[in-house]
């Protein structure tokens, strides 16, 4: 069974721009959930989806956004990007009504 | 709010010894606590959880215990091997599935 997987691996952009990542859930689980993990630091939660609905964001401003597609992938849209959302962008999965939260490999995303 | 405090932030331990990690949380209504492993530059992998219902879950050489009324946590690694060095993090849930992560616990195995 395939794990979690994210694209794309790495992500350079420059202050202002946009970036889109995305994310494939494991097989069966319609759960989305996305994490910053900025360098050296721990997981902070950005946004949950279920059943192609936005149920929960964390403590981050609008401009960062995502969308749950009917295949139950996922995107995280970052608008007006600054330095300090220079991170790993983190992407889990679970079952419906599951607790349990598996990881993808994360997109490294650098902005200068 | 929702917080989770994880301690020591760092860990040494001679190889074959016992390690142990310590997290508390803030919100009594948690009822999920899971432990990731974060191998430099790969992703978290859960290595154990337990939930509310339950005071000791063991897997092997790990295991994690639950004090409900003191709302801490912990994680037990025995008969520790260099492959144990990593980064482990604790998390609670505070409804809705959301975890809330601990700072991580840097574990170096000494051989």
């Known amino acids: 069974e395939a794990g979690v997987t994210q694209s794309p691996t790495h992500l350079i952009k420059t202050r202002g721009q946009q970036a889109t990542l995305r994310c494939s859930p494991i097989s069966g689980h319609t759960s989305v959930y996305w994490y910053q993990q900025a360098l050296g630091l721990g997981l902070q939660f950005l946004l949950w989806y279920d059943e192609g609905e936005e149920r929960n964001r964390g403590n981050f401003p609008p401009r960062f956004s995502g969308r749950q597609f009917p295949n139950y992938s996922s995107e995280l849209n970052v608008n007006a990007l600054e330095l300090e959302d220079s991170a790993l962008y983190l992407c889990?999965?679970?079952?419906?009504?599951?607790?349990?939260?598996?990881f993808g490999p994360g997109t490294r995303l650098l902005v200068l | 709010g929702e917080n989770v405090e994880q301690h020591p932030s760092t860990l040494s331990v001679q190889e074959g010894d016992s390690a142990v990690i310590k997290c508390t949380y803030s919100?009594?209504?948690?009822?999920?606590f899971p432990w990731y492993k974060q191998e430099l530059g790969k992703r978290p992998q859960l290595i154990i959880d337990i939930r509310s219902n339950v005071g000791e879950k063991k897997d092997q050489r790990i295991a994690v215990t639950l004090n409900k009324t003191a709302k801490h946590f912990s994680l037990h690694i025995t008969e520790t091997q260099p492959e144990d060095s990593a980064v482990y993090f604790c998390?609670?849930?505070?409804?809705?599935?959301?975890?809330?992560f601990g700072t991580g616990t840097r574990l170096t195995i000494i051989p």
């Open positions: 889990a999965s679970s079952l419906s009504g599951q607790a349990a939260q598996y």
């Open positions: 919100d009594s209504a948690s009822n999920y």
């Open positions: 998390a609670a849930n505070f409804g809705n599935e959301k975890l809330t």
